[in-house]
């Protein structure tokens, strides 16, 4: 079992940035391949960006291709999600969750929402123009 806690969510003008966490607890924060994914009202939840469980491989939507950056600090159980240049249509709920890896699946990048086994409770990212 893992618990994930996402936090750093707020409200914030159009250009601006946040930075969210996810901080792990309970299984090996090492052992996961970590992914954002966000939800907004009245839309499908939709993969945002991954991080393979090396941390040597990434992925972005290409919504926000170039403006956010995800990053993990195994040390620290975390994984985070920096935006910047944000747009009204970054508002959502911002969901962190974990994967379940394989040592042959290190660099392996999990995109499907079906793909994760567990969910952090989200966190509201706020855009307003």
């Known amino acids: 079992q893992v618990q994930l806690v996402e936090s750093g969510g707020g409200l914030v003008q159009a250009g601006g940035s946040l930075r969210l966490s996810c901080a792990a607890s309970g299984r090996t924060f090492s052992t996961f391949a970590m992914g954002w994914f966000r939800q907004a009202k009245g839309k499908e939840r939709e993969s945002v960006s991954a991080i393979s469980r090396s941390g040597g491989n990434t992925y972005y939507a290409d919504s926000v291709k170039g403006r956010f950056t995800i990053s993990r600090d195994n040390a620290k159980n975390t994984v985070y999600l920096q935006m910047n240049s944000l747009k009204p249509e970054d508002t959502a709920v911002y969901y962190c969750?974990?994967?379940?890896?394989?040592?042959?699946?290190?660099?392996?990048?999990?995109?499907?929402?079906?793909?994760?086994?567990?969910w952090g409770q989200g966190t509201q990212v706020t855009v307003s123009s």
């Open positions: 969750a974990a994967a379940i890896t394989t040592p042959l699946s290190m660099n392996y990048l999990y995109t499907s929402a079906s793909e994760y086994g567990y």
